[in-house]
T-cell receptor
Framework: TQLLEQSPQFLSIQEGENLTVYCNSS?????LQWYRQEPGEGPVLLVT?????EVKKLKRLTFQFGDARKDSSLHITAAQPGDTGLYLC??????????FGSGTRLSIRP | SAVISQKPSRDICQRGTSLTIQCQVD?????MFWYRQQPGQSLTLIAT?????????ESGFVIDKFPISRPNLTFSTLTVSNMSPEDSSIYLC???????????????FGAGSRLTVL
């Protein structure tokens, strides 16, 4: 069983559309991180959220941490082909223990 | 942030053989982590490698299958022993860094080693 469930698992949309990816758990995390991984590369950190209810914006990407610090969402506005990749949420429960979500593979069609 | 170099970047291996993956970091770090990413899947932590002590393995991973070395604060190796096709995966080395802006520990990854076992 996956401690952190992401949905959807796969998403293919047209350039210019909006999308939201969800990361859900029954556990509380001290921080929630989002990474993006492209083929042939390791995951790269996009953002870290640490406070319940926190919202962070990174250009067209908006990240939110749930009030109870158990879930998070990633919203992309006006998706572009460069947004294509594997999006991974990751939760930190204790010092040096980061657990990855099930992943969302995003494909943006030109 | 740390820069991590892994090698080999990819390899094709025969069943029953063993392969050692090397991970070099450009700065001294306390802990290094080894993850496995099976085809189309997310990342699963194999073990945590501390310098000067035995690696700590996660459930489902054992030292005999995945021996790890950590001879100093900038280098680690992961060996995949007696390989079978089920071991075909990307193996990723990572280190933890403290993010000043959030106060959280986050991960930096190497580019990964893609192993295909025939």
């Amino acid at each position: 069983t996956q401690l952190l469930e992401q949905s959807p698992q796969f998403l293919s949309i047209q350039e210019g559309e909006n999308l939201t990816v969800y990361c859900n758990s029954s556990s509380v995390f001290s921080s929630l991180q989002w990474y993006r991984q492209e083929p042939g590369e390791g995951p790269v950190l996009l953002v870290t959220v640490v406070t319940g209810g926190e919202v962070k914006k990174l250009k067209r990407l908006t990240f939110q941490f749930g009030d109870a610090r158990k879930d998070s969402s990633l919203h992309i506005t006006a998706a572009q082909p460069g947004d294509t990749g594997l999006y991974l949420c990751a939760g930190a429960r204790s010092a040096s223990k980061i657990i990855f979500g099930s992943g969302t593979r995003l494909s943006i069609r030109p | 942030s740390a820069v991590i170099s892994q090698k080999p970047s990819r390899d094709i291996c025969q069943r029953g053989t063993s392969l050692t993956i090397q991970c070099q970091v450009d700065s001294q770090v306390t802990m290094m982590f080894w993850y496995r990413q099976q085809p189309g899947q997310s990342l699963t932590l194999i073990a945590t490698a501390n310098q000067g002590s035995e690696a700590t393995y996660e459930s489902g991973f054992v030292i005999d299958k995945f021996p790890i070395s950590r001879p100093n604060l900038t280098f680690s190796t992961l060996t995949v022993s007696n390989m079978s096709p089920e071991d075909s995966s990307i193996y990723l080395c990572s280190v933890e860094i403290g993010q000043l802006s959030s106060g959280a520990n986050v991960l930096t990854f190497g580019a990964g080693s893609r192993l295909t076992v025939l």
